[in-house]
Nanobody, 125 residues
Framework: QVQLAESGGGLVQAGGSLRLSCAAS????????MGWFRQAPGKEREFVAA????????GYADSVMGRFSISRDNAKNTVALQMNSLKPEDTAVYFC??????????????????WGQGTQVTVSS
């Protein structure tokens, strides 16, 4: 089992940047594929980005491609989401998630067994 805790959210103007971080407990972090999802008010939770166990493969939603970058440090049990050129439509609660059985990049929300509490990102126009 793994516990996840996100940090780094906040209020930023359109065009700005934020870096989200997710800290994981446990000694088996490197065996989990990791992902970031977000949920805006009144909308369903959606995929943002994912990274494989070793970090060699990544995947992104079309809406964030070229603006967001996911990375992980297995020695520190962390996964990060660098968000650049932020837009008001990026406003949401961002969640970190862990996929125990994923061998590559997992895009489907149902593949993830463990979730953090989320961190709010607000982008003003």
């Amino acid at each position: 089992q793994v516990q996840l805790a996100e940090s780094g959210g906040g209020l930023v103007q359109a065009g700005g940047s934020l870096r989200l971080s997710c800290a994981a407990s446990g000694r088996t972090f490197s065996t989990y594929a990791m992902g970031w999802f977000r949920q805006a008010p009144g909308k369903e939770r959606e995929f943002v980005a994912a990274i494989s166990r070793t970090g060699t493969s990544t995947g992104y939603a079309d809406s964030v491609m070229g603006r967001f970058s996911i990375s992980r440090d297995n020695a520190k049990n962390t996964v990060a989401l660098q968000m650049n050129s932020l837009k008001p439509e990026d406003t949401a609660v961002y969640f970190c998630a862990a996929d125990r059985y994923g061998s590559g990049v997992s895009r489907k929300i149902t593949f993830y067994e463990y979730w953090g509490q989320g961190t709010q990102v607000t982008v003003s126009s």
